[in-house]
């Protein structure tokens, strides 16, 4: 999972399986950010889930979060080729105007034919 | 549609020179602006963040500054560069607090 001294993760999967990457969190958070990251370009945001929220889906993707534990977990499911890129969630400190993100340590996922 | 751009696309400096970064953004009036900081395969650090023109608040101190001149630009300097600066600048967007961020392209940086 992401977080604490370690390096990016990196993880290697076959086409058509199923993969899920963890996040634990170090303080209470508002929302927790996932993101992708393509060699070379910017993270976009695949999907943003609230505390209020146990669970999220965007097509193939799943976030789940969990704030007893201070976790949370993105799910692709069928993974295709395309989904070949590095991933981040993030969180922010909670309560108040808090515009500060803290980002995990990433997870390279490879998805192989 | 807002579009977010950054120049230059790509560096390469000596140390003890200085430096100077751009971001704007366009299509979206006020918008939170944040400079982030990463190494080659590594994670993102955020460096600062603005809500609103003049006003720049640091996250962590790398020895670089941030200004925002204007409500659509935000700048990122330093005066001597350390080879530690070397890495990939993004800059990114939000609507508002806990909400999206939309990242620039970036400029890639190299200190030697």
């Known amino acids: 999972s992401q977080w604490g001294e370690e390096n990016l993760q990196a993880l290697s999967i076959q086409e058509g399986e199923d993969v899920t990457m963890n996040c634990s969190y170090k303080t209470y958070t508002t929302v927790v950010h996932w993101y992708r990251q393509d060699s070379g370009r910017g993270p976009a945001l695949i999907i943003l889930?609230?505390?209020?929220?146990r669970e999220k889906r965007s097509g193939r993707l799943r976030a789940t979060l969990d704030t007893s534990s201070q976790s949370s977990s993105l799910s692709i499911t069928a993974a295709q080729c395309e989904d070949t890129a590095v991933y981040f969630c993030a969180t922010d400190l909670g309560g108040g105007s808090n515009y500060k993100l803290t980002f995990g340590k990433g997870t390279l996922l490879t998805v192989t034919p | 549609a807002q579009t977010i751009h950054q120049w230059p696309v790509a560096e390469i400096k000596a140390v003890g020179s200085p430096l100077s970064l751009g971001c704007t953004i366009k299509?979206?009036?006020?918008?939170?602006l944040y400079w982030y900081w990463q190494a080659t395969g590594g994670t993102l650090q955020q460096l600062f963040y603005s809500i609103t023109v003049g006003q720049v608040e640091s996250v962590v101190q790398l020895n670089l500054s941030a200004s925002r001149p204007k409500d659509d630009q935000f700048i990122l300097s330093t005066e001597k560069l350390l080879l530690s600066h070397s890495g990939f600048y993004l800059c990114a967007w939000s609507r508002g607090v806990y909400a999206e961020q939309f990242f620039g392209p970036g400029t890639r940086l190299t200190v030697l």
């Open positions: 889930i609230r505390s209020n929220e």
């Open positions: 299509g979206k009036s006020s918008p939170n």
